[in-house]
Each structure stands twice: as C-alpha cells, then as structure tokens.
C-alpha cells in the first residue's frame, strides 16, 4: 500500500547522509541542525512520494500507439499510421525540464476558441486521434493535444513537475506559433489531466474556460478518503480550483469506478464562476463521450463562454470608469452642454437682424399708439387751444421720427 511505502522510505535514507549531518551538528547550533535534517526528510520523502505516485497515476501504454514519421517531400512530421490531414499538425515541444514532447494542432476554419486537451493517464495521442478530430468539427474549436513526458514518442519519465512542465510547454506554443491569446484558450482536463489542467488555470486570471472531465479531488484521495491535504500529496485540486476565475464546466459519470462521482461534485461546490454541470447518468470512468448528452452539453458550454465578454476588456472598463471625471464634474459638463445646445438653434445672423428689428417695433408701435392717444385728446381741445396743439403734435412727430431713425440704423 501507500502508506506502506512511505514508511519503509523513511528507512531507506542515505547512512553517508545521515553522518555528514550528524558531524556539522558540532559546529552549528542545534536548531539549524533540526531544520537541514527536516529539509533532507522532506527532499527524500518527496522523491519517493513522486515515485509512489507514478506507479499508480501513471500507465503510459506499452507500446505507443503511435509512431512520428517525417514526409520525405513536405518535411512535415506525421503521425504514423494516421493519414495526413491538411488540418493538423504534428509538433514536438521541448519543455523547461529537458523533456520533448509530441503534440498534435487540429485546426477548423470556424473556430473562435482553442481547446487545450490533457488527456488521461492511461491514453496517448493515437488513441485520442480520432476523438481530437470530431471534437473540433462538433464544437468547433480549433484543439491543441499533446502527450505527457514519459507517453507516446514523448521522452522523459512521467511525474506530476513533469505534467505540469509540459502543459507550459504546449500553451506558450499556442501563444507563440498560434498567435492564441490567453482569453481564447479554453482548457481540458480529462481525470489525471485535471491535475496540469487546474494548475496552469490557477495561474492565468484571463483564461476563456476551463472544463473538467472526471476530475480528481487529489492524488490521494483516490485512494483513501482524507479530509485533510497532505504535503506529499499530489495534483491538489481541491486546493487549486479556488484560484481559477473564469466558467468551469464539471462532466462525471455517476457510475464511475476509478474516480467517485464525490470528487466531481466538491470541485463544482468550491467553484468561483461554476457552470451547470452534467452528471452523467449510468456514466463510467471512460465512456462519457458515448452519450448524446455529452457532446450536447459541452457545445451549448463553449457557445456560451463564447458569447461572454472579455475579462481583460471588462478591466480596461473598471480602469476606464476610475480615470473618468468624478460625478461633480460630470453634472456641471451636462449643465455646459445645454447652453451650447441653445446656441445652435439660434437662427442665422440675418435671421437674428431681423428677428432684432421686429423687437424694435413692438415698443414703437407701443409709442405710437400713446401717440395717437394724445391726438385725440387735443382733437377735443382743439378750439380752444390750437397754438399748444400744434407744438404737441410736432412734439409727437418728432418722436416718432426719432424712432423711425433708430429702426432705420438697426435696419
């Protein structure tokens, strides 16, 4: 058993080690003494941890079903004995633990969004092949697949540090070959490949999607249900998919053998952005995409995180909304704009002259109507009192006159 292993590990240190230790125990204090022996504890029961974990997370098939070829005319590498396909391309990837891996690039003329497939861990490229191919037509994606180190034609021995190494490896390629930017990528995790999955989503705020196909809780708790996650414990999911921002898709089989329906659930509950999972009713481990509702489920997924806004454009707008004016601001600019609004409106400037004349008339005509008044007051005078008459009415005649001038030199 495991934990059988890890205790007769603890007995398989180095006695050279052990005495080196005990000798630099006389020349530094006993404190540091205790942290070096627990840094050798720790670095070997790492070592055998990861070895432990290998051998049950691990079952690369023997032999490969598949061979890398190159094209004698073209140069292309191809993947033997699968025809040539226009649309896909064969890669080897060097990561940045000296392993290379092969991957392959299903490209559709339609895609918007890039899924980046881990695999199981009892699979390889050839036999995912086909899937890879109908994947890509029914969801229309362009699909990144890749074998682990250690999988396939893929050097190296396989380990966690490893998986996760080659994941990097093939989403810089993306980036860097594809031109794929980090929130058109929609990432894939299918059981152990939830492992590289949700570490690499943990660290990348602007991821489109992830998806998650028979997850794991952790290594461990495959095995034994614990509740608590032990340091050597390996692909930590349960801790790892709180950091994810983006939609997260869960599919499990609810009969499924190898890992329990349970993990799936918890990791939809500790969800941020969780997304109606499917439960894939009389479901296995290793035969979800058999059933109708599989690939239904999971293109009305990609068509909707599809449809959602860009998360770097939403902070671009968070960034633009804080730069923006305060609200004062904004009101006096809204009272500015009325003015300018009324200004508009105004009539041209021969249009105003004369809209300017007819307000001189109103008094005039006001004036000349007080005028005549006084006429016909002294029209009933008139007998009596002709001399002062006449010098009102020339009074009055020269006002009017004077506003006539004043008409004319506004005219």
Same mark, same amino acid.
């Given at each position: 058993?495991?934990?059988?292993?890890?205790?007769?590990?603890?007995?398989?240190?180095?006695?050279?080690?052990?005495?080196?230790?005990?000798?630099?125990?006389?020349?530094?204090?006993?404190?540091?003494?205790?942290?070096?022996?627990?840094?050798?504890?720790?670095?070997?029961?790492?070592?055998?941890?990861?070895?432990?974990?290998?051998?049950?997370?691990?079952?690369?098939?023997?032999?490969?079903?598949?061979?890398?070829?190159?094209?004698?005319?073209?140069?292309?590498?191809?993947?033997?004995?699968?025809?040539?396909?226009?649309?896909?391309?064969?890669?080897?990837?060097?990561?940045?633990?000296?392993?290379?891996? &092969?991957?392959?690039? !299903?490209?559709?003329?339609?895609? $918007? *969004?890039?899924?980046?497939?881990?695999? +199981?861990?009892?699979?390889? =490229?050839?036999?995912?092949?086909?899937?890879?191919?109908?994947?890509?037509?029914?969801?229309?994606?362009?699909?990144?697949?890749?074998?682990?180190?250690?999988?396939?034609?893929?050097?190296?021995?396989?380990?966690?540090?490893?998986?996760?190494?080659?994941?990097?490896?093939?989403?810089?390629?993306?980036?860097?070959?594809?031109?794929?930017?980090?929130?058109?990528?929609?990432?894939?995790?299918?059981?152990?490949?939830?492992?590289?999955?949700?570490?690499?989503?943990?660290?990348?705020?602007?991821?489109?999607?992830?998806?998650?196909?028979?997850?794991?809780?952790?290594?461990?708790?495959?095995?034994?249900?614990?509740?608590?996650?032990?340091?050597?414990?390996?692909?930590?999911?349960?801790?790892?998919?709180?950091? &994810?921002?983006?939609? !997260?898709?869960?599919?499990?089989? $609810? *009969?499924?053998?190898?890992?329990?329906? +349970?993990?799936?659930?918890? =990791?939809?509950?500790?969800?941020?952005?969780?997304?109606?999972?499917?439960?894939?009713?009389?479901?296995?481990?290793?035969?979800?995409?058999?059933?109708?509702?599989?690939?239904?489920?999971?293109?009305?997924?990609?068509?909707?995180?599809?449809?959602?806004?860009?998360?770097?454009?939403?902070?671009?707008?968070?960034?633009?909304?804080?730069?923006?004016?305060?609200?004062?601001?904004?009101?006096?600019?809204?009272?500015?704009?009325?003015?300018?609004?009324?200004?508009?409106?105004?009539?041209?400037?021969?249009?105003?002259?004369?809209?300017?004349?007819?307000?001189?008339?109103?008094?005039?005509?006001?004036?000349?109507?007080?005028?005549?008044?006084?006429?016909?007051?002294?029209?009933?005078?008139?007998?009596?009192?002709?001399?002062?008459?006449?010098?009102?009415?020339?009074?009055?005649?020269?006002?009017?006159?004077?506003?006539?001038?004043?008409?004319?030199?506004?005219?």
């Amino acid at each position: 058993s495991l934990s059988l292993s890890l205790s007769l590990s603890l007995c398989l240190c180095s006695q050279e080690k052990s005495f080196n230790l005990k000798n630099q125990c006389s020349s530094i204090n006993q404190g540091e003494c205790y942290l070096r022996r627990d840094r050798a504890r720790k670095k070997e029961m790492g070592g055998v941890t990861s070895s432990v974990a290998a051998k049950f997370a691990f079952f690369p098939p023997s032999p490969p079903s598949y061979k890398v070829v190159t094209d004698e005319l073209t140069g292309l590498l191809l993947l033997a004995p699968f025809p040539h396909r226009e649309n896909v391309e064969i890669l080897k990837l060097q990561t940045r633990r000296g392993t290379e891996i &092969v991957a392959m690039y !299903v490209r559709h003329p339609m895609a $918007t *969004s890039t899924l980046l497939y881990s695999h +199981g861990n009892a699979a390889d =490229l050839g036999q995912m092949y086909e899937l890879f191919i109908e994947l890509s037509i029914h969801l229309k994606v362009n699909l990144m697949g890749y074998d682990y180190s250690g999988y396939g034609q893929s050097t190296g021995k396989p380990s966690e540090h490893n998986t996760y190494a080659d994941i990097e490896a093939v989403y810089k390629c993306l980036e860097e070959t594809y031109g794929s930017k980090q929130e058109d990528v929609i990432l894939y995790g299918q059981s152990v490949g939830s492992g590289p999955t949700l570490d690499l989503a943990s660290r990348l705020p602007q991821l489109r999607a992830v998806v998650l196909h028979s997850p794991i809780l952790s290594g461990l708790r495959v095995m034994y249900a614990f509740k608590k996650t032990y340091w050597f414990d390996i692909y930590k999911n349960i801790d790892k998919i709180t950091y &994810v921002d983006c939609p !997260v898709l869960i599919i499990h089989g $609810t *009969s499924d053998q190898v890992v329990d329906c +349970g993990h799936g659930k918890q =990791l939809w509950e500790l969800c941020k952005d969780k997304y109606e999972p499917l439960w894939v009713k009389g479901g296995n481990h290793c035969d979800l995409e058999h059933y109708p509702e599989f690939i239904r489920h999971l293109k009305k997924f990609i068509t909707t995180v599809e449809r959602l806004p860009c998360r770097r454009s939403e902070e671009k707008k968070r960034v633009d909304d804080a730069a923006a004016p305060p609200a004062p601001r904004k009101s006096v600019d809204n009272r500015r704009e009325k003015p300018r609004q009324s200004t508009e409106r105004k009539p041209p400037k021969s249009q105003s002259k004369k809209s300017s004349s007819s307000k001189l008339r109103i008094p005039f005509d006001h004036h000349l109507d007080r005028s005549r008044r006084s006429l016909d007051c002294h029209d009933k005078t008139r007998k009596s009192v002709d001399h002062s008459h006449s010098h009102q009415i020339e009074r009055g005649r020269k006002s009017v006159d004077r506003l006539d001038r004043v008409r004319s030199e506004s005219n």
